[in-house]
């Protein structure tokens, strides 16, 4: 038995829920990940997983083992980072999902001059705007908009989306300007509906002028879960729609979209990037974490952090 390919495969199980799940993210068959588990518990002479048909949990032994191999996964990782010819080069497989619209419009654009810095970097990029399952996935970290619900992650605020309202000039010349939010309630007035997971429903977006307060849910035709078809369908004049700088920008400079209410205010929307508060902060990580950051600041900077 590889003492060190047990260790990891055990916390893979404990952080994935399943041997199925860490076989995958291992590139192990569950049988072979299943074996070294077993093997790691006989040299022990301990029980450390409680195993049954729906779940896996950590005995109390196994639970402090976890914590002790964690940490030693994370210092052989960093001994081996921090020998000469090894250190400052960040390299090997990251993980990380983003919403769909960042990654079209502002990642993956600049990601020829992140891996011109980063070369041995190997990016999984998920591209959705659903949830994810940080340690069931494997996932290394996650960008998302909004408060953080989880707050067990640890997360980093790398930008403020500036929030407005829109409509294409093909809904407004059908169905008229709205003057007031309250239009988009109990009219003929549509929106196009955000599907927000978190809730199950589609968002609703506080407005204020001065004194005055508006919630405003409106009514649909469509309502989706992804922020590219949200744009789109504001764009075949669907519905008014709700869109931070980043995403508007290059639309209305077109003519392909346009503001409504200018003189009523949304809170900004805070952008995250969260991961797990157990997985070692790697250099790679960390590079990539520090380059949204600098991204952002161009894009959605955090005020008092402008540049």
């Known amino acids: 038995m590889d003492r060190f390919d047990a260790m990891q495969a055990f916390a893979r199980v404990v952080e994935a ?52 191999v964690v940490r030693l996964l994370a210092e052989l990782h960093d001994a081996e980072t921090s020998l000469p010819n090894a250190s400052g080069v960040p390299m090997g497989r990251l993980r990380v999902d983003v919403p769909s619209p960042l990654a079209r419009m502002i990642l993956v654009p600049a990601l020829p001059a992140f891996h011109a810095k980063f070369p041995d970097i190997q990016l999984d990029m ?36 500036q929030l407005r309202v829109f409509a294409a000039p093909s809904y407004l010349e059908r169905a008229g ?12 007035h549509r929106i196009v509906g955000f599907l927000w ?3 199950g429903r589609p968002l609703q977006f506080a407005m204020r002028r001065d004194d005055e307060r508006v919630t405003v849910q409106g009514r649909y035709v469509l309502a989706v879960d992804d922020g590219n078809a949200y744009l789109e369908a504001g764009l075949a ?29 949304l809170d900004p929307m805070p952008l995250y990037v969260a991961y797990p508060p157990n997985r070692h902060v790697s250099i790679k990580l960390r590079v990539f974490i520090d380059w ?16």
């Open 17 to 68: 829920g399943s041997f199925t799940k860490a076989a995958l993210t291992l590139h192990m068959s569950r049988t072979t990940v299943t074996q070294l588990v077993q093997q790691l518990e006989a040299r022990l002479r301990v029980k450390l997983l409680n195993r049954t048909t729906r779940k896996i949990s950590l005995t109390a032994d196994g639970a402090a083992y976890y914590e002790r």
């Open 126 to 161: 998920g591209v959705s705007d659903r949830p994810v399952d940080l340690l069931g996935e494997n996932v290394d970290c996650v960008v998302r908009g909004g408060e953080l619900t989880d707050q067990s992650l640890m997360a980093r605020r790398v930008g403020e989306l």
């Open 177 to 188: 300007t709205p003057s007031h939010p309250r239009d988009l309630e109990h009219t003929h």
């Open 197 to 199: 997971s978190r809730i």
């Open 237 to 265: 004049g669907l519905g008014v729609l709700w869109l931070p700088d980043y995403m508007s920008k290059a639309h209305v400079e077109r003519g392909e979209l346009l503001p409504l209410f200018e003189d009523w205010h």
């Open 292 to 307: 949204i950051v600098e991204l952002m600041a161009h894009h959605a900077p955090v005020p008092g952090k402008r540049r």
